[in-house]
C-alpha cells in the first residue's frame, strides 16, 4: 500500500511547471566522419543555439544511446534522468532519432537571508507520459508529411530538413508539457453511444454518400467531439482524432457556435440551410465555399502509405484519393456538391443525434457529486471515457482532482505496463482519497474515491458499485 500527500506551496515560494528546453532530430549516418558532425543535425529547437552546443548535445544523446545499446541492442535508451530536466529519445525510423528535453517542475525557496533557492522535483515527470508525448510528435508529422524516409527519397537531406523544421517550427508551440497525464499515455478515443435505428441511418448515409462520391475512400462521422463511424484504421484513427479533437475542433469550429446554439450544446441552428458546412484547409488547389480545411495528409493503409485529402464538415470528414492529376482535380464544383450532398442529411441526423446526446445526458446525470472518479481505456478498440477531465485539448487539461493524484495513476499505469498478468493496485493517500487501478483483459480501469475513512473492504464494495452503474456490460469489472 502507498502513502502519498500532495505538496503545496506557499507564499513565500514560486513553483516553476515542466517545460521544454530543446527538442531536436538528428541521423548519425549523414555525419560520419569528423567535423561533419553539424550534417547530422536536421533541426534543432531552440534555434538560436550556438553551433558548437547543437553538435555537443547531440554528440552526447548520441553516445548515452550507444553505450545503453552495450547492455540490450534491442532495446536502446528510451529516457536519461538529471536533477534539473530529463532527456526523452525515440527512434522513429531506422537512425533517425528524435530527442526532447525536459525541464524538472521546482519550487524557488526563500531562504532567511532573503535569498532564493531552487529545489528541483526530479520524480514528478513520468517517463511514460512524456515518452507517449514525444512519440505523437512523430506520429502528427507523420500524418502530414509522411515518414522522413520517404521524403529523402523524393527530395534527399535538403527536402527532408525543409519538411520537418517547417512542421516542428509550428507544432512545438502547441506543445504545453504541463498538460500532460495519463491520457497522453492511452491516446484513447471517445465513442459515442447511440441506439441501433440511428447508427444505423448513419451507416447508411456514409454508404450512400460514398456510393455518390466516388473520390471519397474512408469516412469518419463524429458528434460533439466523439466518434460515432469510421472507416479508417485504427493508428490512422487515433491520430486524426488527436489532431481534430485537441487542435482543428477548438481552433476552428468554436468560435462559430458562439450566438447560436448547437447540437452539442442542446439544439439546431435555424438560421443556416442546413447544419453541415463545408470546412476547408487552406489550399492553392481549391476555392470552395466557405473555405476553412482541406489538407493533404497520410495514412498507412497500404504499405508506404497513400496520399489522402481530407474534406471536413462540422461532424464529418471525408477521406478523398490523392490530388495528382486533373481527373481527380478537387474543384469548386466538387466541393459545392459534397456539400450540397452532406448537409441537408446531416441536418436530419443532427436531430436524431442530439435527441440521444440530451438522453444519454439525462441518465447519466447524477443527482449530485458522486464520491468516485475514473478513466477507463480499452486497448482492443481504444475506447477511452472519463469523469476526471472536464476539458482536455493541446493547450490545457482541466482536471477535477489534485496533480498529485494523476501522478498516482501514472505511477499505477506504469506497473501495469511491466507486467502481462492481470492485476489490481489500491493505494491509500494521505489527503484521504482512495486510488483503485485495475487490469484484466486488455482492459484499464481507474478509480479516485474520496472516503476518509474507509477502509479496503469498503473501497473495494464502492468500485464494485461503479462498475455495476457504468461498466455493466463489462464481464471482468464484475
Known amino acids: 500500500m502507498l502513502m502519498t500527500s500532495p505538496r503545496m506551496t506557499t507564499a513565500q515560494e514560486k513553483q516553476y511547471p515542466p517545460s521544454l528546453l530543446s527538442f531536436f532530430i538528428y541521423n548519425p549516418k549523414f555525419g560520419p566522419r569528423e567535423g561533419e558532425e553539424e550534417k547530422k ?58 530527442v526532447m528535453v525536459v525541464s524538472n517542475p521546482m519550487i524557488e525557496k526563500l531562504n532567511k537571508d532573503g535569498t532564493r533557492v531552487p529545489e528541483y522535483q526530479e520524480d514528478e515527470l513520468l517517463d511514460t507520459v512524456y515518452g507517449a508525448v514525444i512519440q505523437q510528435c512523430y506520429c502528427m508529422y507523420k500524418l502530414f508529411n509522411g515518414t522522413f524516409a520517404k521524403s529523402l527519397e523524393a527530395g534527399g537531406v535538403e527536402l527532408l530538413q525543409q519538411r520537418v523544421q517547417k512542421f516542428f517550427y509550428r507544432y512545438l508551440q502547441t506543445l504545453h508539457l504541463q498538460s500532460c497525464d495519463l491520457l497522453d499515455v492511452f491516446g484513447g478515443i471517445s465513442f459515442f453511444p447511440l441506439d441501433k435505428m440511428t447508427y444505423l441511418k448513419i451507416q447508411s448515409f456514409v454508404n450512400r454518400m460514398e456510393e455518390s462520391l466516388d473520390l471519397v475512400k474512408y469516412t469518419a462521422f463524429l458528434y460533439n467531439e466523439q466518434l460515432i463511424w469510421s472507416g479508417l484504421e485504427q493508428d490512422d484513427m487515433r491520430i486524426l482524432y488527436k489532431y481534430l479533437t485537441t487542435s482543428l475542433f477548438p481552433r476552428h469550429l468554436e468560435p462559430e457556435l458562439i450566438g447560436r446554439d448547437s447540437p452539442g450544446r442542446g439544439g439546431i441552428t435555424v438560421n443556416l440551410n442546413h447544419y453541415g458546412r463545408m470546412g476547408m484547409w487552406p489550399s492553392k488547389r481549391v476555392h470552395a465555399p466557405q473555405p476553412k480545411a482541406i489538407i493533404q495528409g497520410r495514412l498507412n493503409r497500404r504499405q508506404g502509405g497513400e496520399d489522402r485529402v481530407l474534406v471536413l464538415e462540422e461532424t464529418f470528414c471525408a477521406l478523398q484519393d490523392p490530388v495528382t492529376s486533373t481527373s481527380v482535380e478537387l474543384t469548386r464544383e466538387f466541393c459545392q456538391r459534397l456539400d450540397n450532398l452532406v448537409g441537408p442529411q446531416l441536418t436530419l441526423l443532427a436531430s436524431d443525434i442530439c435527441e440521444q446526446f440530451n438522453t444519454n445526458k439525462r441518465l447519466s446525470a447524477p443527482e449530485k457529486e458522486p464520491q468516485f472518479k475514473f478513466i477507463y481505456f480499452n486497448h482492443m478498440n481504444l475506447a477511452e471515457k472519463t469523469t476526471i477531465h472536464m476539458r482536455k485539448t493541446a493547450s490545457m487539461s482541466l ?44 482492459r484499464e480501469l481507474y478509480v479516485i474515491l474520496s472516503q476518509k475513512n474507509a477502509n479496503l473492504i469498503e473501497v473495494n464494495e464502492e468500485v464494485k458499485k461503479l462498475c455495476a452503474t457504468q461498466f455493466s456490460n463489462i464481464f471482468f469489472l464484475d
Open 399 to 442: 482536471t477535477s482532482v489534485h496533480a498529485d493524484l494523476m501522478k498516482i495513476l501514472g505511477d499505477i499505469n506504469s506497473d501495469f505496463s511491466r507486467a502481462d498478468e492481470d492485476e489490481e493496485i489500491i493505494v491509500k493517500a494521505m489527503t484521504d482519497y482512495w486510488v483503485v487501478g485495475k487490469k484484466s483483459d486488455q
Open 41 to 98: 543535425i536536421l533541426f534543432y529547437h531552440p534555434s538560436e543555439v550556438d553551433k558548437n552546443e547543437k553538435i555537443r548535445n547531440v554528440g552526447l544523446c548520441e553516445a548515452i544511446v550507444q553505450f545503453t545499446r552495450t547492455f540490450c541492442p534491442t532495446k536502446p535508451a528510451k529516457s536519461l534522468h538529471t536533477q534539473k530536466n530529463r532527456q526523452f529519445f525515440h527512434e522513429a525510423e531506422e537512425n533517425f532519432w528524435m
